[in-house]
């Protein structure tokens, strides 16, 4: 089963009109690529990158290169739910051999990070942003310590809770759910709750005329 932690990022207003920025950049480059999965039918994330990597860095030479791949990885993912899962009502044995419908990523869509693009040492949250890097404060209880050292770090992002709160979410395979804040005097609550399959509301699901 897969846990997150979640981390509230404190963010001044120049922070957050960095973060949105970033964030509306990353759509875009889904966007671009989704097209492509709907037409090809192929979203592996290896031929993918093969593929339509350096088309995107020429088209989009401001996200850099490591974010790029971060965005054909959540193109790649959102396809595997939408067209793969059993659940979704858009599954392949439910189309069959006809058109796929389009994804289209909203501007809320999370944005990919990994340990090119993110890192924590030494109590300092480091992320990047189309201006260079970000720099956060950060103090995690031992507990939550204690959870990064016994699980597997899957996939870090970046969401914004419906309170415009910016928070970055570590998924990890096995352990507790735990939602971190960053403020010092903020409590830590933890509960059991799995990572949900469902077809996120960032996500756009287009059927064909």
């Given at each position: 089963?897969?846990?997150?932690?979640r981390v509230?990022?404190?963010?001044?207003?120049?922070?957050?009109?960095?973060?949105?920025?970033?964030?509306?950049?990353?759509?875009?480059?889904?966007?671009?690529?989704?097209?492509?999965?709907?037409?090809?039918?192929?979203?592996?994330?290896?031929?993918?990158?093969?593929?339509?990597?350096?088309?995107?860095?020429?088209?989009?030479?401001?996200?850099?290169?490591?974010?790029?791949?971060?965005?054909?990885?959540?193109?790649?993912?959102?396809?595997?739910?939408?067209y793969q899962?059993?659940?979704?009502?858009?599954?392949?044995?439910?189309?069959?051999?006809?058109?796929?419908?389009?994804?289209?990523?909203?501007?809320?869509?999370?944005?990919?990070?990994?340990?090119?693009?993110?890192?924590?040492?030494q109590g300092?949250?480091?992320?990047?942003?189309?201006?260079?890097?970000?720099?956060?404060?950060?103090?995690?209880?031992?507990?939550?310590?204690?959870?990064?050292?016994?699980?597997?770090?899957?996939?870090?992002?970046?969401?914004?809770?419906?309170?415009?709160?910016?928070?970055?979410?570590?998924?990890?395979?096995?352990?507790?759910?735990?939602?971190?804040?960053?403020?010092?005097?903020?409590?830590?609550?933890?509960?059991?709750?799995?990572?949900?399959?469902?077809?996120?509301?960032?996500?756009?699901?287009?059927?064909?005329?």
């Amino acid at each position: 089963m897969n846990s997150m932690i979640r981390v509230s990022l404190e963010t001044t207003p120049q922070q957050a009109a960095r973060l949105s920025a970033l964030r509306t950049l990353f759509a875009q480059v889904c966007n671009e690529l989704a097209p492509h999965v709907q037409r090809t039918r192929v979203w592996n994330r290896v031929a993918l990158h093969h593929a339509h990597y350096r088309q995107l860095r020429e088209k989009f030479p401001a996200l850099g290169s490591q974010m790029v791949c971060n965005a054909i990885y959540a193109v790649s993912k959102m396809a595997r739910l939408v067209y793969q899962s059993p659940a979704s009502p858009y599954n392949l044995n439910r189309i069959g051999r006809g058109r796929l419908p389009l994804l289209r990523f909203s501007e809320s869509c999370p944005v990919y990070f990994d340990s090119h693009t993110l890192s924590i040492r030494q109590g300092r949250l480091s992320l990047y942003t189309l201006d260079g890097r970000m720099h956060f404060h950060l103090t995690l209880a031992p507990s939550v310590l204690e959870t990064f050292s016994r699980a597997r770090l899957r996939e870090i992002f970046l969401s914004q809770r419906p309170g415009g709160v910016f928070e970055l979410v570590f998924v990890l395979l096995g352990g507790a759910t735990m939602q971190v804040f960053v403020e010092p005097a903020a409590p830590v609550r933890a509960s059991t709750a799995p990572v949900a399959a469902a077809i996120p509301d960032y996500l756009i699901v287009e059927e064909p005329a």
